[in-house]
């Protein structure tokens, strides 16, 4: 089990995120208000439109997007908040990155710092690890959405780069440019996925221990935690018996 994104399919499918799905429905609901701020119609809007379904893909509700969009349209919401990316070591020698969105850069910049000190990690300059990931697009299907062939075909027509049907899930991706026209060519044929944004993906992984896993995930998920992040993203590598062991 490698990379970030699998980590987190793995536990959202063992109803690890049941408990969190307020705080995720809050910074969806925040990265469309921000996103409406220049331009509230979807059409016309990539980004929104990016926002609205990576909302999507996670159920929130269609009333809760709109009243995200009209939050926009109606007042100040989002205008203050600046989009700052950190840059990072976690336990094992693991590269983090990790994206926010805060109308507070010291509170947040305190928050991600102190995550790191706790859990054996330290916080670097941008571009410190950013170099060993590449921005992609990134859509999830389960397994039994499509066949691996049917998957890979109408991805690669849709515009994909890539499609990885390993376990349950098919992970398609993307140029970052192209990802509006792929994701909504496959919600076209396949139905909303399980998961779809913009992500780093690591180049290569770092193998690591269980007691490095463990405080590892540990990091990851305080640093979910927080109110103004939005993504996390690490280069590490878990074997499925280390896995199945910190997921009982």
Not at 162 to 177: A, K, L, M, Q
């Amino acid at each position: 089990m490698a990379g970030h994104s699998k980590f987190k399919n793995i536990m959202h499918r063992k109803g690890a995120q049941d408990a969190k799905r307020a705080k995720v429905f809050a910074k969806l609901a925040l990265q469309i208000t921000v996103a409406a701020r220049t331009g509230s119609e979807p059409d016309m809007n990539p980004r929104l439109r990016a926002a609205i379904g990576a909302a999507r893909a996670q159920n929130m509700p269609a009333d809760r997007i709109k009243k995200a969009i009209q939050k926009a349209e109606g007042g100040t919401d989002g205008d203050n908040y600046e989009e700052i990316r950190y840059e990072g070591y976690g336990p094992g020698g693991v590269a983090v990155i990790v994206e926010a969105l805060t109308d507070n850069r010291n509170r947040t910049a305190a928050e991600v710092r102190a995550a790191f000190s706790k859990h054996g990690g330290n916080l670097g300059e941008t571009g410190s690890v950013g170099f060993m990931f590449d921005r992609v697009g990134s859509i999830v299907y389960p397994a039994e959405a499509a066949d691996a062939e049917d998957m890979f075909e109408a991805a690669l027509e849709a515009g994909a780069q890539d499609v990885d049907s390993e376990g349950d899930t098919h992970e398609i991706t993307c140029d970052p440019d192209d990802f509006n026209t792929v994701r909504d060519t496959l919600v076209d044929r396949f139905g909303e996925p399980e998961d779809a944004n913009l992500i780093w993906k690591p180049q290569n992984t770092i193998e690591i221990d269980e007691d490095a896993a463990q405080t590892l995930f540990k990091l990851l998920d305080v640093l979910e935690d927080s109110d103004d992040v939005q993504r996390v993203a690490a280069n590490f590598d878990v074997s499925d018996e280390i896995m199945e062991r910190l997921s009982a």
